[in-house]
């Protein structure tokens, strides 16, 4: 069961604003970090912000912000639209990656 009723076209240019860089990325590849069967309402609401968005009622969204953090590529902003793009069965989605935090190595004992 899908956790929404009806899918959305896969034409990002519908729903995200693309004038400025950005990557496609492949849906299935990017890890969430919220659980999306907890967030069913936000995805409902990011669906419904996407069709208004489609039809010129509202401003497109900037692609979703991702980080990679070497293991995977995990969405930092964007958590419900990925959860949109997923159960509308697409293949890719904008992406835009997150300036990398500076992470200290552990210390090393000797």
Do not use: C
């Amino acid at each position: 069961m899908s956790l929404i009723d009806s899918s959305l076209n896969e034409l990002p240019s519908l729903y995200f604003a693309l004038d400025e860089p950005h990557e496609l990325a492949t849906v299935v590849r990017l890890i969430p970090t919220k659980d999306l069967t907890a967030h069913a309402p936000s995805i409902l609401e990011a669906r419904a912000r996407m069709r208004e968005a489609a039809a010129g009622l509202r401003p497109k969204r900037p692609p979703i912000t991702v980080e990679d953090r070497g293991d995977a590529v995990y969405v930092i902003d964007g958590n419900a639209t990925l959860g949109v793009a997923l159960a509308s069965g697409w293949l890719q989605i904008p992406v835009r990656f997150a300036t990398p935090v500076h992470r200290t190595p552990p210390l090393q004992h000797d």
